[in-house]
């Protein structure tokens, strides 16, 4: 096997610029930067409850997730909506496939009376930076979106995420029998 020569950096963006699918080079601080950058740090901080996580369930799921961030990613680092539907898609039922989980784990799950503060366990709280991330990654697109021609499944598959990551925090609760900490103001 012969080996590549690739190099890992290409000096190309030392000047605060950089390009997206398609060649067009914009700033580093564009607003679809923004959004495809935002949800590539969500897509590494799945990666890491994928590592923590004992549940296998769970793992497999959140393989398919990260596996959807990468394409949802891609999607908005296109400069067009032609390059958009050129690449891998996400479709209706992986927005479907994150709701039949939500309802699969929410059947071991105690009805809320209060908000949940994150915390309890340290796999929790990774989980609810999860959904933050996923919040703003959201936010970002959204942004973004506003003034470009978009795919709008992404925001779809972005919104009903962070309900998934909620979930997932609180199932992951009732897994390591963790109380979870509510929100009870002026009670402690």
Known sequence: MSKQNFKVYTKGGDKGMTSLIGGRRVQKYDLQVEAYGTVDELKSYTALVYDYTDDLLSKKNLLIIIEKLFIAESLIACDTYEDQIKMPQLYENDVEFLER????????????????????????????????????????????????????????????????????????????????????????
């Open 101 to 188: 989980d939500i309802d699969r784990m929410t059947k071991d799950l105690q009805p809320l009376n209060a908000f949940i503060l994150p915390g309890g366990h340290p796999l929790i709280s990774q989980i609810h930076i999860c959904r933050s991330i996923c919040r703003r990654a959201e936010r970002a697109y959204l942004r973004y979106a506003e003034n470009a021609e978009v795919i709008p499944i992404v925001q779809h598959y972005l919104n009903r995420l962070s309900d998934y990551y909620f979930t997932l925090a609180r199932y992951t609760a009732v897994l390591l029998k963790i109380d979870e900490i509510l929100w009870l103001p002026n009670k402690r």
